[in-house]
């Protein structure tokens, strides 16, 4: 079955410190992978993707994230973070011929003033 | 930029009524989907719609579940008569096509039944 799995509930990191959100994936098939973003009474904002290609993939608010394909990982990245990076962020992943997206738990990014 | 929206934010309504829950997607969207999230679990995924007809659908969606496009801007989910466990978010999201697009979610619609 497929899955994604963010092993970290909460992240907590300074204001400016570089941040990194975790995600690993379960997939038969080639996966295509997201980041969305949470924001309190606000819905899933797209962030960024890996569909092919370079396996470093530059999003939105200055977010990145490094597909590895041998660890069959996804983390989100920033160099440096802000109080307003404050949110709810989920992985997800897709499979070729599926048309749903299969999405993690959610990992509670916390950037402490 | 373009969004999706729904209506109602929030929902509130007795077990084994029918509830409607409305979206309107990005307008030059085609593939359509539905999403639930039980507080404090997983986004789920309920179906998917193109061209007028269900395209995949999930464990969840069964016989008390239906979608519509009932016109050329809504996407309706319709809940026949819901249960307490019906309780969740709702999330509309609609992308322009393919394996590789992505799925734009709108803000989400807050299912409480008593």
């Known amino acids: 079955a497929q899955s994604v799995a963010q092993p970290e509930d909460q992240v907590n990191v300074a204001e400016g410190n570089p941040l990194t959100v975790k995600c690993t994936y379960s997939v038969s098939g080639n996966p295509y992978l997201f980041w969305y973003v949470q924001y309190p009474n606000r819905g899933l904002q797209f962030l960024l993707k890996y569909i092919t290609g370079d396996n470093l993939v530059k999003g939105s608010y200055g977010f990145e994230a490094e597909f590895n394909k041998s660890q069959t990982s996804f983390h989100l990245k920033k160099p440096s973070a802000l109080v307003s990076d404050s949110a709810l962020y989920f992985c997800a992943v897709r499979v070729d011929r599926d048309d749903k997206i299969i999405f993690g738990k959610g990992t509670r990014l916390h950037i402490l003033p | 930029e373009p969004e999706v929206t729904q209506t109602p934010s929030h929902q509130v309504t007795q077990m084994g009524q029918e509830v409607i829950l409305r979206c309107v997607p990005i307008s030059n969207h085609l593939y359509f989907y539905w999403y639930r999230q039980i507080l404090g679990q997983k986004v789920e995924f309920l179906v998917s719609f193109y061209n007028n007809e269900i395209s995949e659908k999930s464990e969840i969606f069964d016989d008390q579940f239906s979608v519509e496009r009932p016109d050329g801007s809504n996407f309706t989910l319709k809940i026949r008569s819901t249960k307490l466990e019906d309780s969740a978010m709702y999330f509309c999201?609609?992308?322009?096509?393919?394996?590789?697009?992505?799925?734009?979610f709108g803000p989400g619609t807050r299912l409480t039944v008593l």
């Open positions: 999201a609609s992308s322009s096509g393919g394996f590789t697009d992505t799925q734009y």
